[in-house]
């Protein structure tokens, strides 16, 4: 039996991962806040572009899905408009 935690703070909500389609490959970095994650992404970032040039910053690139001051609409657009490897930001637990 598998069991789904639900997880909302002020800022964030773990049921916007619902629905959301992940392709094959795509990374999700799931850190605890305050822990590197923006050095994580970074990394990756410079794994999958080959090098530091990025199409944009590394926040546009790979959004925090969760994230409640950002519409899931507009994040699921961006992320499906995405041709490279794509690499998701999260504080939730895996």
């Known amino acids: 039996m598998t069991v789904r935690r639900h997880y909302r703070s002020v800022d964030s909500?773990?049921?916007?991962w619902?629905?959301?389609a992940l392709r094959?490959?795509?990374?999700?970095i799931s850190?605890?806040?305050k822990s590197?994650?923006?050095w994580?992404?970074?990394?990756?970032?410079?794994?999958?572009f080959?090098?530091?040039d990025f199409p944009d910053r590394v926040e546009n690139i790979s959004p925090w899905l969760d994230q409640l001051t950002e519409p899931m609409d507009a994040i699921v657009a961006w992320l499906g408009s995405q041709e490279h490897r794509?690499?998701?930001?999260t504080h939730t637990p895996p």
Request: with cysteine.
């Open 13 to 16: 909500d773990s049921a916007r």
């Open 40 to 48: 994580m992404q970074t990394l990756c970032g410079l794994l999958i």
């Open 31 to 33: 850190t605890p806040s």
């Open 50 to 52: 080959e090098g530091p």
């Open 18 to 20: 619902d629905g959301f």
């Open 86 to 89: 794509r690499f998701i930001k």
């Open 24 to 28: 094959p490959g795509d990374i999700v």
């Open 36 to 38: 590197g994650t923006t």
